[in-house]
């Protein structure tokens, strides 16, 4: 089973920058795919990013250029760097993950970001 325990989320003003860092634990052998989705009261659930466990990453158009996936797979963590933040980013961010030979995608409990002046 794997425990995923997001951080980092709060009250940010448009233009600003704000991290989440996402932290794996419990009984596995190594965590795979992991990545960022977010979800808006009435609006459907979509990705933000992923990274697989050798680096490669993948972002949702409306946050290229301005976020940033990172991992350290020694640690089993996995950060999101967000940057000149918009309004229409205010959502709950999940952290997800894979581990071992498992196609289960593990979910943190979300942690709220609100861009808003």
């Known amino acids: 089973q794997v425990q995923l325990v997001e951080s980092g989320g709060g009250l940010v003003q448009p233009g600003g920058s704000l991290g989440l860092s996402c932290a794996a634990s419990?009984?596995?052998?190594?965590?795979?795919?992991m990545g960022w989705y977010r979800q808006d009261p009435g609006k459907q659930r979509e990705l933000v990013a992923s990274?697989?466990?050798?680096?490669?990453?993948n972002y949702a158009d409306s946050v290229k250029g301005r976020f940033t996936i990172s991992r350290d797979n020694a640690k089993n963590t996995m950060a999101l760097q967000m940057i000149s933040l918009k309004p229409e980013d205010t959502a709950v961010y999940y952290c997800?993950?894979?581990?071992?030979?498992?196609?289960?995608?593990?979910w943190g409990q979300g942690t709220q970001v609100t861009v808003s002046s």
């Open positions: 419990g009984r596995f052998f190594r965590i795979n795919a």
């Open positions: 990274i697989t466990r050798g680096g490669s990453t």
């Open positions: 997800t993950a894979t581990a071992d030979w498992s196609d289960t995608q593990h």
